[in-house]
């Protein structure tokens, strides 16, 4: 039985839609500074290797974020944790406008990622809290999908407030869009707001009733360590570490490929390459439409996410056929393929936690497969460097095209035997 009925239905769909909005200030915020580069490094004086500090202080915190934030969400809940997270950001976004030097701006950067991280600790743990299980993919994909249209409009938006204000008020007004948000998710999300009761939550526990207020943790190290004995966490860290690389690769090596080694000018690079993050976006709707498919014709959700992934699997490989060099427009199509099939395996890959683990220990899940996932991409994107310098970009494609079928194999693995939120619910 769904608790409260219609109203429940229409405000669940309205926090997806604070968290898409949430999601678009995320990418907006975190690609201010790399539109306006050339600019803030020439009036702070901030060479090369400078600004790539700065880019990785924002990286290093990125990655401890995701932990900070687990113990943050677990412990006030997400609602609360949204405000901390989105506060923290907007506020270290407009900080960056102020800095007079290289140290200020990393300080802001690395403050920045801190907070970035929160956003999507939290809001798988919402979605998990208002959404049957039939809809969760799909509530994911939906704002996760926001945040690939917020890199889309990022650069126009920039540019504009660029060109009419300057770079300082820039990141003024990027980080005053926060607070708005902000002062809007607080008028329309009341510390009152009952969760709802769905029909498999009630089968399982007849005794279960609508709360009152979000389930916080209070096991303290005890529940870390009850979390990390689970196989289904390290094997989502392993399924997301081996797939995660591949984005990086496809957003920052990718479109130096196609300058370097097949020849696109600057030009038509804006002009040809929005088609591979188009994909990106549409990938992570259509990746929690069909997994919500198959849980609506019977499959158990944590194996119908694992269906959506092995599609995925099956079709993502062809991304090789880049190591051919074959015409431009295929290599765009093939890297619109693989963006469309990597979103559509992250939605599903969130999912998953959210359907094993309850809702009170999701944000541990989060934040260890958030350091996992952060340690192997740093250190990949720092071998593909070294290797791209020595050999061509096509090995990558070819090393790359077996993320998918091994993350699968992890990702079957999490699955298996009695979930925690299973053992939970029995006990």
Known sequence: ???????????????????????????????????????????????DKGYASVVNAFLVAYMLGGLVSAFIVDRIGARWGMVVFVGWWSLASACTGLAANIWQLGASRFALGLGEAGNWVASPKLVREWFPQ?????????????????????????????????????????????????????????????????????????DIVAERSEPVDDSGWKGWVAVMRTRGVWFYAVGSSLTNPVWFFYLFWFPKYLTEERGLTIAEMGRTTWIVYAAAGFGAVGGGIL?????????????ARVAVMGLVALVAPVGAINALEPSIAISLALGAVVAFCHTAWVTNQTALPVDL??????????GIGGIVTGLVTIGSTYAVGQLVAVLTYRPMFLAI?????????????ATTGRSMADRESEA
């Open 291 to 303: 997994s919500g498919w198959f849980v609506g014709r019977g499959v158990r959700p944590a194996r």
């Open 134 to 206: 039939r809809e969760r993919a799909l509530a994911i994909g939906i704002y996760s999908s926001a945040a690939h249209f917020g890199a889309a409009i990022a650069p126009v938006l920039m540019a504009v407030l660029f060109l009419a204000f300057g770079w300082r008020l820039t990141f003024v007004i990027s980080g005053a869009l926060g607070l708005i948000w902000l002062a809007a998710w607080l008028l329309l999300y009341r510390p009152d707001q009952p969760l709802p009761v769905y029909d498999e939550d009630a089968a399982a526990r007849p």
């Open 1 to 47: 039985m769904i608790a409260e009925g219609a109203k429940i239905a229409r405000f669940r769909w309205l926090i997806v839609t604070m968290l898409a909005l949430a999601a678009v200030l995320n990418y907006l915020d975190r690609q201010t500074l790399g539109l306006m580069a050339g600019v803030v490094q020439g009036e702070l004086r901030i060479d």
């Open 357 to 366: 683990y309850p809702s009170r220990h999701l944000g541990k899940v989060m």
């Open 401 to 413: 095209a077996i993320a998918y079928p091994l993350g699968v194999i992890a990702a079957y693995l």
